[in-house]
């Protein structure tokens, strides 16, 4: 074979072993099986691993994602409250640590837009200014490169590229669980994922996807303690505009911002003896929970009872106090449950499942007054045996007697261990003007 390269370059610097080849032959006996074969020189096994980076490098495309670092990340969030600032905070302490020294694997999950895509960018970012080679890719992009090397015009054969992929000095895989989930998918990203985990690689993921939802065998290996950092991001998407942006879309409670105990009428001059009392421990029951929200509290009574607004005054001194609270109108949010079907909806269905389900605190106002369809039933069913089986503090309001509502519901709200049920023995109010009047009226009619 011909020296190509001697010629332009001194004598030097060419290679002593291959003379500038870059191939060698082993000294070996003949028969033995490398005898009279060719195998890469040491130097050539450096330019053979500079392109391997080089391919890394343009894989991973984070030209357009090197403004996100940790300098430009805000680790407290806008307006969180303080438990979702707390975590949010926790997930990007863990991130910068994990850019110091990648070991293990960091998993980060978490709706869209709460930062994770941001932490894991800045994790590439900071150890690529630290000269060591990272692939950050998004799983769908991921697999478009590897079934692009089955075309007759890829300058990468699939085994090398697929190599490349699975032993990444530091592998950042982003949005897993959007891909196609073919059997091909499912099967190159656990051979993929199961080969690191066998030699202990690093690497991050980052999932809009509950565990329970993702692969079993590549979730096997997710939840290893010994290997993986599992943190789940609370916070809501960054890129909401507005001043409440902890607020869901699926609370009214900024609706109810003037329902708080400071304001609430106990009516002592209208109610007889009896109902002022009663009203009067549901308002220091409430103001009680909401220091201390534990188990489950139902409100009932007639419509205007003022267990609306006990219930809301709740929610924004919660709120009021840094903490999350959820507030929705039982048949409004069985309307944001079916929209999640559409087409155009941005939002899963899954997705809005799990943020009323797993809420700190939740609100449901007016149970009862949904149409009772077999749908309907099941989803809060759902919904109530699984904040049940987890001891997650809950406020039910309903107009209906407590033995008219579904069993299954049912059986949840009359556990005395969990549950409280206060019935609210007030009429409607209606406000003090119309009070005034109306007893004018029955004085006007008792003395003529």
Not at 367 to 376: K, V
Request: neutral net charge.
């Amino acid at each position: 074979m011909p020296n190509t390269s001697s010629t332009d370059r001194p004598e030097s610097a060419v290679c002593p072993l291959c003379k500038g080849l870059g191939y060698v032959r082993e000294d070996v006996p003949v028969g033995h099986p490398h005898f009279g074969k060719l195998f890469p020189c040491r130097c050539k096994l450096a330019e053979i691993e500079q392109q391997r980076l080089e391919r890394l490098r343009l894989l991973s495309n984070l030209s357009h994602l090197t403004h996100m670092t940790f300098e430009s990340f805000l680790p407290e969030g806008y307006g969180l409250s303080g438990d979702k600032a707390a975590n949010l905070r926790l997930a990007f302490d863990l991130a910068r640590q994990y850019a110091e020294q990648p070991k293990g694997w960091l998993i980060l999950l978490g709706g869209y837009g709460c930062g994770k895509t941001h932490l894991a960018a800045a994790i590439a970012n900071r150890v690529i200014m630290r000269g060591l080679p990272v692939l950050f890719i998004a799983v769908p992009d991921l697999l478009d490169h590897l079934r692009a090397t089955f075309s007759p015009h890829s300058p990468v054969r699939y085994d090398e590229r697929f190599e490349e992929i699975r032993t990444a000095p530091l592998l950042i895989l982003d949005d897993l669980g959007t891909q196609s989930s073919t059997p091909w998918a499912q099967e190159k990203l656990f051979q993929i994922l199961n080969y690191r985990y066998n030699a202990r690689l690093p690497t991050v993921i980052t999932s809009n996807h509950r565990l329970e939802e993702i692969d079993l065998r590549i979730r096997s290996r997710m939840v290893d303690p010994d290997l993986s950092v599992i943190v789940t991001i609370l916070a809501p998407d960054f890129r909401r505009s507005g001043v409440d942006q902890d607020q869901s879309d699926l609370s009214s409670l900024t609706l109810m911002q003037d329902m708080t105990f400071a304001n609430f009428d106990l009516r002592e001059d209208e109610l007889p003896a009896e109902e002022r009392v009663n009203l009067k421990r549901a308002f220091d029951l409430c103001r009680k929970y909401a220091e201390h929200p534990e188990g489950w509290l139902v409100l009932t009574g007639e419509y205007g009872c003022g267990k609306t607004h006990l219930a809301a005054a709740i929610a924004n001194a919660r709120v009021a106090m840094g903490q999350s609270a959820l507030f929705v109108v039982v048949p409004d949010l069985l309307d944001h449950l079916r929209a999640t079907y559409s087409p155009t909806s941005q939002v899963r269905f899954d997705q809005r499942f799990e943020e009323v389900r797993t809420a700190p605190l939740l609100v449901l106002d007016d149970l009862g007054t949904e149409t009772a369809s077999p749908w309907a039933q099941e989803k809060l069913y759902q919904l109530f045996n699984y904040r049940y089986n987890a001891h997650l503090p809950t406020v039910i309001t309903t107009a209906h007697q407590i033995e008219d509502i579904d069993p299954r519901l049912r059986t949840r709200m009359l556990d005395t261990d969990r549950c409280t049920i206060y019935a609210i023995l007030a009429p409607s109010y209606r406000g003090r003007s119309q009070r005034r009047a109306g007893r004018r009226g029955r004085a006007r009619n008792q003395h003529p």
